[in-house]
């Protein structure tokens, strides 16, 4: 099985944009977490665009997570956009959302 992942960075304005495109499973979560710790590294803040993303597994929201707490611990800004709507649901689900400077509207209860 092959799997793979898009992973496009653009660098601006001390922001360094990531948009991911393709499924973020396990197959591909070295891959994106490599992207992931070279932006932590740039020092810059981080905008993650995951509107690209079709299929998700826990290794994603364990990446995701990771990278949030890192981020912070380094006084970076990640925020996520583009939530695909089965992510949001289970990131919502877990509470994970403030955890992760989620920037994803959220309906009313």
Same mark, same amino acid.
């Given at each position: 099985?092959? %799997?793979?992942?898009?992973? @496009?960075?653009?660098?601006?304005?001390?922001?360094?944009?990531?948009?991911?495109?393709?499924?973020?499973?396990?197959?591909?979560?070295? %891959?994106?977490?490599?992207?992931?710790?070279?932006?932590?590294?740039?020092? %810059?803040?981080?905008?993650?665009?995951?509107?690209?993303?079709?299929?998700?597994?826990?290794?994603?929201?364990?990446?995701? @997570?990771?990278?949030? @707490?890192?981020?912070?611990?380094?006084?970076?800004?990640?925020?996520?956009?583009?939530?695909?709507? +089965?992510?949001? %649901?289970?990131?919502? =689900?877990?509470? =994970?959302?403030?955890?992760?400077?989620?920037?994803?509207? @959220?309906? +009313?209860?």
């Amino acid at each position: 099985m092959s %799997e793979s992942i898009s992973i @496009r960075s653009v660098s601006a304005n001390g922001t360094t944009g990531l948009a991911l495109s393709g499924d973020f499973t396990i197959y591909v979560a070295g %891959e994106v977490h490599a992207a992931i710790g070279a932006a932590l590294d740039a020092g %810059e803040d981080i905008r993650l665009d995951l509107s690209g993303v079709g299929e998700f597994d826990t290794s994603a929201l364990q990446i995701l @997570r990771a990278a949030g @707490r890192e981020a912070g611990a380094r006084g970076i800004s990640l925020t996520l956009t583009g939530h695909p709507p +089965a992510l949001l %649901e289970t990131m919502t =689900l877990l509470s =994970l959302g403030p955890a992760l400077d989620d920037e994803s509207p @959220r309906e +009313a209860a």
